[in-house]
């Protein structure tokens, strides 16, 4: 038991020199599909007053890059998952996860999971909205796909079980 915290910050550390080393260059596969995605998330009252994971209730700190701090939002979808109270082995579509990743008090990065009939949408903004990455850029997937099996591709929220 013991060592069970260190071992989890030794993953997380090495995600993070993973990260970093991959998100110098952006992949931004669908500008459109990104754009229209940031349009749904911020639309009034914006996600912000989304529900929260269960798991994740305020903002907690973070091991990855980008970000020493994240708070979580989810939109109905996926929130409905956990008052029906009933197991699934996957988000239903229509779920979107929202992660905004701070520095300080400053909030450096958007990142949002979508998922469609056909899978998961990445996509990862600045502060400001602009994209820096959309569709399935390997640098998402490639990390995420460690959650694929356990939680349906998502690290910081367990599927109902
Ligand atoms: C090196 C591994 C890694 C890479 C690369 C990565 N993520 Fe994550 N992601 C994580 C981890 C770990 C978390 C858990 C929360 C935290 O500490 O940030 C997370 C959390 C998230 C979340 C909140 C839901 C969840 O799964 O917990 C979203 C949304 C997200 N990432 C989107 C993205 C997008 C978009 C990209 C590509 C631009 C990306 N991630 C790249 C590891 C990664």
Not at 40 to 69: C, L, M
Not at 129 to 143: A, E
């Amino acid at each position: 038991m013991r060592s069970a915290p260190t071992t989890r910050r030794a993953l997380f550390a090495s995600l993070a020199v993973a990260g970093l080393l991959s998100s110098a260059c952006g992949d931004d596969q669908d500008p459109a599909g990104a754009a229209d995605l940031w349009q749904r998330i911020q639309a009034a009252p914006g996600y912000r007053s989304w529900s929260r994971a269960p798991a994740v209730p305020e903002r907690i700190p973070s091991f990855t890059a980008h970000a020493d701090a994240i708070e979580l939002f989810i939109n109905k979808p996926m929130a409905d998952t956990f008052t029906a109270g009933q197991a699934i082995t996957e988000w239903p579509v229509g779920s979107i996860v929202v992660k905004d990743g701070f520095k300080g008090d400053t909030l450096k990065i958007v990142a949002v999971m979508e998922k469609r009939p056909d899978g998961w949408f990445f996509a990862e903004y600045n502060g400001d909205g602009d994209t820096l990455f959309s569709g399935r850029p390997k640098v998402c997937t490639g990390c995420h796909d460690n959650r694929k099996d356990y939680s349906d591709w998502v690290y910081s929220i367990e599927l109902p079980r």
